[in-house]
């Protein structure tokens, strides 16, 4: 058994863990799925591509080349954004995925190709809200002792980290939110007080 979550860890993972956990039960995703999750290094995706792999779905995780070894440690095959993502995701996955969690950022050309797929995504200002499907959906967080429990459980086995890039104090707000609008974080930024 591993040792406990710190305040900060167990923050994050009652935030974007459980967010991730919801995603991913609004996407039906499991044993044998393959899943893209674009902007898999952040958050969201850090926490969604390992509960999707220990669900027994292969995960596809987009990120800046940096980030590409952190999405292997937790079990993803890294593809970089950008022009070419689609060639490169049909590279890795011929056959095609049957979802997709976008957690930020757009990607135009991504989502035509994987109109037929089950999307959830994230970003209500992303070019991806004005392109539908009939199964592209919102994330929201559904929270609940049972969900938060299941994650803690995963955490003390070992097959669940949670990963925070840097802790802010609140009077560094603004240091935060210049870091998170890189687009570029790995895990989470937290503020502890």
């Keep these: 058994m591993r040792a406990a979550l710190t305040r900060p860890q167990a923050g994050a993972l009652s935030a974007s863990g459980q967010t991730a956990s919801t995603a991913l039960d609004r996407l039906r995703v499991g044993a044998g799925d393959t899943l893209l999750v674009h902007a898999a290094a952040g958050g969201v995706g850090s926490f969604a591509v390992q509960v999707a792999r220990a669900g027994g779905?292969?995960?596809i995780g987009t990120a800046s080349e940096?980030?590409?070894?952190y999405l292997r440690e937790l079990g993803a095959t890294a593809v970089c954004?950008?022009?070419g993502l689609v060639e490169r995701v049909r590279?890795?996955?011929?056959?095609?995925?049957g979802a997709a969690l976008v957690a930020v950022g757009s990607e135009e050309a991504l989502h035509a190709r994987l109109r037929s797929c089950r999307i959830v995504r994230g970003s209500a200002r992303s070019r991806f809200?004005?392109?539908p499907t009939s199964?592209?959906?919102?994330?929201?967080?559904?929270r609940s002792a049972a969900r938060l429990g299941e994650l803690t459980r995963m955490c003390a086995a070992g097959s669940l980290r949670v990963s925070i890039q840097q802790r802010y104090r609140l009077d560094e707000a603004a240091s935060a939110?210049?870091?998170?609008?890189?687009g570029h974080v790995r895990?989470?930024?937290?503020?502890?007080l």
């Excluded at 895990?187 to 502890?192: P, T, Y």
């Design 57 to 59: 779905a292969r995960v």
């Design 66 to 69: 940096r980030n590409h070894d």
């Design 81 to 83: 954004y950008g022009d």
């Design 91 to 97: 590279a890795e996955v011929p056959g095609g995925i």
């Design 129 to 131: 809200s004005r392109l």
């Design 135 to 142: 199964s592209d959906r919102r994330i929201t967080t559904e």
């Design 177 to 182: 939110h210049r870091a998170m609008e890189t």
């Design 187 to 192: 895990g989470k930024l937290v503020f502890v």
